[in-house]
């Protein structure tokens, strides 16, 4: 059989596709390039915004016009949180949730639909790399958090973190097979082994991978607040290995400590803060990206102030801004949105900011 693959969303989006690439041509099937020629079609979708949600569910509906013989199976976090959208687009299709694209050999050949959210461990599994020199590797699944504003969560669910053995094993093979780029990624790479023990393990993890021979290095994935400022000092320690790249990306989302306490993000501004500084006290070179959502419904104009105050007394080197979408299944589905007018204005000053501040 021969199957064709679109990707959207996230690092650990591409590495399923990664992963689902490598354990189809293990079992004889062949990945083309040219959709027109292809047996089954295999999308891996994303359900974090909604912006993506729509471009997917629209590649879905051209997909399901133009090949409508074709087989189609559609993977990741839309099949768990928005199964009958996608029904109602392709009603033949068979699905297969997100923590479940190790047995995606299993959906094919049986002809089944598996989208029970048990995890299985997404490592050391074979893998087809579209950059044969960057090596994606999943640390976890799931998180710690309960934002009133993601639905990645409820497809995800709760954090469960891979054994360190397994992640230095992987990280070793793709270093043996010509990487020399390792991208540790997670939900949240910060909540990496509160799990097995409570704690971040993540600075552990990394003084491990640090030994590994070879000539690499690693770039970290992104890290909320919350779980960082309880492993600070360890975490700047671990990065002082030449190896580690001198990156941080930590989301903020807003200014005002009233609007995270709305959003359910556990930490403060200050906290933030606290972890910015440390790390730049440490690592004056270090680049830091941080995320921000405009227009949350609590969010008064005085609050959306203090989150432009607090982008010009941080100056992060990359600031991602997405406006507040409602999605459905989460808590703040509920709550009333800005006018678009209003949400257009705060994200053009809010972006007009982040370029003045980027150059």
């Not at 993890?205 to 960082?228: H, Q, V, W, Y």
């Not at 609007?259 to 200050?270: F, G, P």
């Not at 933030?272 to 969010?299: H, L, N």
């Not at 678009?340 to 053009?348: D, G, S, V």
């Amino acid at each position: 059989m021969k199957v064709y693959l679109e990707v959207y969303g996230c690092a650990a989006a591409q590495s399923d596709s990664e992963i689902m690439s490598g354990l189809l041509t293990q079992a004889g099937y062949t990945i083309i390039d040219n959709i027109d020629h292809s047996d089954a079609i295999l999308i891996t979708t994303c359900d974090v915004k909604q912006v993506t949600e729509q471009k997917t569910l629209d590649r879905l509906a051209i997909l399901a016009k133009k090949y409508p013989n074709k087989r189609f199976i559609i993977v990741g976090c839309m099949v768990d949180n928005r199964l009958n959208k996608i029904k109602k687009i392709l009603p033949t299709a068979r699905l297969v949730g997100t923590n479940k694209i190790t047995e995606i050999i299993t959906a094919i050949e049986k002809n089944i639909d598996l989208t029970d959210k048990s995890k299985t461990e997404k490592i050391c599994l074979p893998r087809i790399r579209k950059d044969k020199s960057i090596g994606i590797v999943q640390i976890s699944e799931g998180c710690r958090g309960s934002c009133n504003f993601c639905s990645t969560r409820l497809a995800k669910g709760t954090i469960y973190s891979y054994p360190i053995e397994k992640i230095l094993e992987d990280v070793s093979s793709l270093i043996r097979d010509g990487c020399n780029k390792i991208y540790l990624t997670s939900q949240d790479t910060g909540a990496y082994g509160f799990d097995l023990e409570e704690k971040s393990l993540l600075s552990k993890l990394l003084e491990k991978i640090s030994a590994i021979e070879g000539d690499f290095t690693i770039r970290i994935g992104m890290m909320n607040p919350d779980n960082i400022i309880l492993a600070l000092t360890d975490l700047i320690s671990a990065y002082r290995n030449k190896k580690i790249i001198k990156f941080l990306h930590l989301p903020v989302q807003s200014g005002s400590n009233q609007v995270l306490k709305a959003m359910n993000r556990h930490y403060t501004i200050e906290q933030f803060k606290t972890i910015v500084s440390a790390f730049r006290q440490a690592y004056p070179e270090i680049v830091i990206w941080t995320d921000i959502i405009v227009g949350y419904p609590s969010e008064s104009e005085q609050q959306f102030q203090a989150t432009l105050n607090l982008l010009k007394e941080i100056k992060p080197n990359y600031t991602h801004i997405s406006r507040f979408a409602k999605r459905e299944g989460t808590p703040a589905a509920s709550l009333k949105q800005f006018p678009t007018e209003e949400m257009k204005r705060r994200t053009r000053i809010c972006s007009e900011l982040v370029r003045k501040l980027e150059h």
